[in-house]
């Protein structure tokens, strides 16, 4: 399974932006998709994740500014971020929960991160 994440970029302060990622490779079935970011220093933290069936959760700090999607028939997770403030500057890297064959276990499969950069 392969990850490839688009999105990332240099944003003022206030500002938004979007990000995908999309999976490809031998899917047989996805379950949960999820946002982690890992700022200079610190360690990587879960962003916001969303289910199979559509549940998703947050951290507290993004709550309100930030909305995870996905597209099943795409195997795409989004990452629409709003508000956007400096400590939101981190590596954003996304991560999907699969099954590459009808049997297969359960897996989770990371793709390469991309930079957000929130200028103040």
């Known amino acids: 399974v392969q990850l490839q994440a688009f999105g990332g970029g240099l944003v003022q302060a206030g500002g938004s932006l979007r990000l995908s990622c999309a999976a490809s490779g031998s899917i047989f079935s996805i379950d949960a998709l999820a946002w982690y970011r890992q700022a200079p220093g610190k360690q990587r933290e879960l962003v916001p994740a969303i289910t199979s069936g559509g549940s998703t959760n947050y951290v507290d700090s993004v709550e309100g500014r930030f909305t995870i999607s996905r597209d099943s028939a795409k195997n795409t997770v989004y990452l629409q971020m709003n508000s956007l403030k400096p400590k939101d500057t981190a590596v954003y890297f996304c991560?999907?929960?699969?099954?590459?064959?009808?049997?297969?276990?359960?897996?989770?499969?990371w793709g390469l991160g991309t930079l957000v950069t929130v200028s103040s």
């Open positions: 991560k999907v929960k699969a099954r590459t064959y009808r049997f297969s276990p359960w897996a989770d499969f």
